[in-house]
């Protein structure tokens, strides 16, 4: 076990959100983060007078929670909207609010195996100013240190590295290879520090505040962090336990290619 994967599994710990009880934490943090400030767009906590925020991506999405274990607090949580394989045509939140390059799409047969982060938020006062929140959909101020003790930030580099874990892991057990997503570049670019970024396929766009839409294919990912940062594919994929190190198989059933630079696209 490296120093990354130590660190980690003291100080927090992924769960599914699996049960009606831990959907209403899940909920219930979602409005404490997104709605009790009133200052994000589209989010008013006179909308949700039980105090649990959601929506109707709800059902079909898995929920997770990300605990702090020194604290037994529950200090971020996030969803992965899967693809509605009941009605494939539907379309995920960031086809629906936001624009794509026309060099950018989504083929039908490619759908079944994509999905979308969203709801990607953690507590603002874990970290040390408590006026910021850490969210796809949150305020322009992006924090590069979580609270903690000192001796927590020196160990685990940033505590929504664990939501991050907890999505890459369950695109697994759903055969999800493609993710979309909605957020600020600032949150993109943090996320290239450890070698996770998602690359742009649009232009800024008006949607809980100024978003830009990002798509990642997660096999071609997975292969960067396994050259570029080895200590955080270890952690991610449980030593190539949840994601193999060879991803060949993969792509040939999935039919799955790289996404080049001079045309971003998924192909079926």
């Known amino acids: 076990m ?27 943090l979602r409005f404490r983060i997104l709605c009790m400030h009133n200052d994000i767009p589209g ?8 105090k649990l925020e959601n929506d109707e991506y709800d059902h079909r999405s898995v929920h997770l929670l990300l605990r702090h274990r020194p604290t037994d607090t529950f200090i971020g949580t996030t969803r992965l909207i899967l693809p509605d394989l009941q009605h494939p045509e539907n379309k995920l939140p960031t086809e629906l609010n936001t624009r794509f390059y026309p060099e950018f799409e989504i083929s039908s047969s490619s759908r079944k195996h994509t999905a979308e982060i969203s709801r990607f938020a953690i507590l603002g006062d874990f970290f040390k100013r408590k006026s910021e929140h850490y969210t796809l959909v949150g305020p322009a101020d992006i924090p590069t240190q979580p609270a903690g003790t000192p001796h927590e930030r020196r160990r685990f580099p940033h505590p929504m590295l664990g939501l991050v874990i907890g999505i890459v892991q ?10 979309l997503s909605s957020m600020e570049p600032a949150l993109n670019k943090l996320l290239g520090f450890y070698g996770l970024q998602l690359d742009p396929v649009g232009p800024p766009a008006d949607y809980h505040g100024l978003r830009r839409p990002y798509y990642v294919c997660l096999l071609d990912g997975l292969d960067r962090i396994r050259h570029d940062q080895r200590a955080m594919w270890e952690l991610v994929t449980d030593h190539g336990k949840i994601w193999p190190a060879d991803l060949t198989s993969l792509r040939s059933q999935s039919n799955l290619q790289s996404v080049s630079s001079d045309r971003i696209s998924i192909p079926g």
């Open 170 to 179: 369950t695109c697994a057990q759903y055969e999800i290879y493609h993710l």
């Open 43 to 50: 989010f008013n906590s006179v909308d949700y007078p039980g």
């Open 2 to 28: 490296n120093d990354l994967e130590a660190a980690f599994h003291q100080y927090f710990e992924i769960i599914n959100a699996d049960t009606s009880e831990l959907l209403k934490e899940a909920f219930s």
